[in-house]
C-alpha cells in the first residue's frame, strides 16, 4: 500500500511540475526583470555590479538555450534553430559591448528581444493547452456555430 501511495505521489508531482516551455518562460521572464531593473528612470545607465549581474545572468539564459538549439535532439525546425542561434550571437555581442559601455539603448534593447521571444513561447503555450487559436471563436470573439 505504501509503495502505491508513493508512486501515487510521485506520479502527482510529475504531472503537476510545469513543462519545459513554462519553465523556459520564467527563466526568460526573470532575465528580462533583472534587465528591466537596471534601468534608470532617466538619464544614462552607469554600470554597476547589479547591471553586470543581470546581464550575466541574461547571457547564460542565452547560452544555455543556444546549446539546446545546436543539439540534434532539439524538436524545433531547423530554420528557426538557425533564427535563433543568430540571435543568441547577437545577444553575446550586445552584452559584451554594453558590459565594457553601458548604454541605455543597448539595455532596452535586449530586453526588448527577450520579450519578442517571450511573446512567441508564449503564445506556444496557449497553442499546446488549446487555447487562442481553434477555441470556436472568430476574429471579433464571437463564438461561431460548428
Not at 14 to 27: C, K, L, N, Y
Amino acid at each position: 500500500m505504501r509503495n502505491q501511495l508513493n508512486k501515487l505521489y510521485r506520479q502527482t508531482q510529475m504531472d503537476s511540475a510545469p513543462g519545459g516551455r513554462q519553465i523556459e518562460v520564467s527563466i526568460m521572464e526573470m532575465a528580462t526583470s533583472k534587465l528591466r531593473g537596471q534601468l534608470p528612470g532617466d538619464g544614462d545607465l552607469k554600470w554597476s555590479r547589479e547591471l553586470d549581474e543581470a546581464l550575466k545572468f541574461n547571457q547564460k539564459m542565452w547560452d544555455i538555450f543556444s546549446a539546446d538549439w545546436l543539439s540534434e535532439q532539439s524538436e524545433l525546425p531547423r530554420e528557426l534553430r538557425q533564427n535563433l542561434l543568430s540571435i543568441g550571437i547577437f545577444v553575446k555581442k550586445k552584452t559584451f559591448t554594453t558590459m565594457a559601455t553601458p548604454q541605455r539603448a543597448s539595455l532596452e534593447l535586449l530586453i526588448q528581444l527577450n520579450e519578442n521571444i517571450l511573446e512567441g513561447l508564449k503564445a506556444g503555450l496557449n497553442i499546446s493547452r488549446g487555447e487562442g487559436e481553434g477555441d470556436g471563436d472568430g476574429e471579433d470573439g464571437l463564438a461561431r456555430d460548428v
